[in-house]
Antibody, heavy 119, light 112 residues
Framework: QVQLVQSGSELKKPGASVKVSCKAS????????MHWVRQAPGQGLEWMGW????????TYARGFTGRFVFSLDTSINTAYLQINSLKADDTATYYCARPARGYSYFDSWGQGTLVTVSS | DIVMTQSPDSLTVSLGERATINCKSS????????????LAWYQKKPGQPPRLLIYWASTRESGVPDRFSGSGSGTDFTLTINNLQPEDVAVYYCQQYYSTALFGQGTKVEIK
């Protein structure tokens, strides 16, 4: 069965960086893309963008350009989200999500990674 | 960008009754070449990832109880939960995937 397993919670200081991993199993990693979704405390779901597993080319949603970086290690079927120059309002749970093949609705999700930014 | 607006923001329903959530898209999400509405619904509970309930506006995901149904076309869509159960307490989100992927703001469903 499809599984997306994310790395554990992180506590970071403002200005630091964090890298969240999402390890995929149960399917051919390169046959799909990977999306990232954010949920800040008490807020709704925000789509952050996606990365092509085949090309490594990322696409970022408005509001997630500059400090946010999607990357891959296809040798270990893992996608990464790095956030640089962390701010307090980056505090959120971040999810990786695999879409249905060819379309952008999400039938498999990671368990979420809570990133807390606090001094 | 296509903007998704859900209504109401929250609703309280008695056990066994019906909950109706609306989702309006700022642009048409019906793709005419395949006559499909690029609209999905998710259930989100605290501490859990979102769960896909409905895609193509009305196709139930495998394993989703049949008390959940989706309807609508073009710009106006509805998620209906019949015979509301305690485990249905959650926030529900619509999402268009016609152009990238954007979520509505969510609708919180509670038991009266």
């Amino acid at each position: 069965q499809v599984q997306l397993v994310q790395s554990g919670s992180e506590l970071k200081k403002p200005g630091a960086s964090v890298k969240v991993s999402c390890k995929a199993s149960g399917y051919t990693f390169t046959d799909y893309v990977m999306h990232w979704v954010r949920q800040a405390p008490g807020q709704g779901l925000e789509w952050m963008g996606w990365i092509s597993i085949k090309s490594g080319n990322p696409t970022y949603a408005r509001g997630f350009t500059g400090r946010f970086v999607f990357s891959l290690d296809t040798s270990i079927n893992t996608a990464y989200l790095q956030i640089n120059s962390l701010k307090a309002d980056d505090t959120a749970t971040y999810y990786c999500a695999r879409p249905a093949r060819g379309y952008s609705y999400f039938d498999s999700w990671g368990q979420g990674t809570l990133v807390t930014v606090s001094s | 960008d296509i903007v998704m607006t859900q209504s109401p923001d929250s609703l309280t329903v008695s056990l066994g009754e019906r909950a109706t959530i609306n989702c309006k898209s700022s642009q048409n999400v019906l793709y005419r070449s395949n006559n499909k509405n690029y609209l999905a619904w998710y259930q989100k509970k605290p501490g859990q990832p979102p769960r896909l309930l409905i895609y193509w506006a009305s196709t139930r995901e495998s394993g989703v109880p049949d008390r959940f149904s989706g309807s609508g076309s073009g710009t106006d869509f509805t998620l209906t939960i019949n015979n509301l159960q305690p485990e249905d307490v959650a926030v529900y989100y619509c999402q268009q995937y016609y152009s990238t992927a954007l979520f509505g703001q969510g609708t919180k469903v509670e038991i009266k």
